[in-house]
């Protein structure tokens, strides 16, 4: 994991890299729990659970399907809302599969990342693509 550490600043880190690993799955959790905690006002338990599944979600995404060999995340703190952003080097954007209720594939974080988030943007390009998701504060 590499994490942005900007001199200039006293605010929580909002930007780190993880090599696409499965541990980069709960390290970004981790990273997303701190940043809520220096946050304040403080989210409430169900917003804060919302931005951290989400945070899950796009990664595990990332890491499983996405080309590249890492994957950014980016967490902002607006007003009224938390932007998770995944940033990873494949231009295809995130595609919706039919959920596996065997348990084997999975497919259940896509609808479940939209259906969290006000809304939800992919933007691609020749460098790969970022998803962004921006929740309620509570």
């Known amino acids: 994991?590499?994490?942005?550490h900007s001199p200039h600043s006293v605010k929580p880190l909002d930007r780190t890299v993880f090599?696409?690993?499965?541990?980069?799955v709960p390290r970004a959790r981790e990273f997303a729990r701190a940043f809520l905690n220096g946050l304040r006002p403080a989210l409430d338990e169900q917003a804060a659970a919302s931005?951290?599944?989400?945070?899950?979600?796009?990664?595990?995404?990332?890491v499983r399907h996405a080309r590249g060999e890492s994957c950014s995340l980016r967490l902002v703190a607006h007003q009224d809302a938390v932007t998770v952003a995944v940033t990873d080097a494949d231009p295809r954007p995130p595609r919706e599969r039919t959920p596996d209720l065997a348990g084997g594939t999975g497919g259940f974080g896509w609808p479940m990342v939209r259906s969290l988030a006000r809304e939800v943007h992919v933007s691609t390009g020749p460098q790969g693509k970022t998803v962004r998701a921006d929740l309620p504060r509570g």
């Open 1 to 4: 994991m590499r994490t942005d």
């Open 19 to 24: 090599d696409k690993r499965t541990e980069a």
């Open 51 to 62: 931005v951290e599944l989400t945070v899950s979600e796009l990664i595990t995404n990332s």
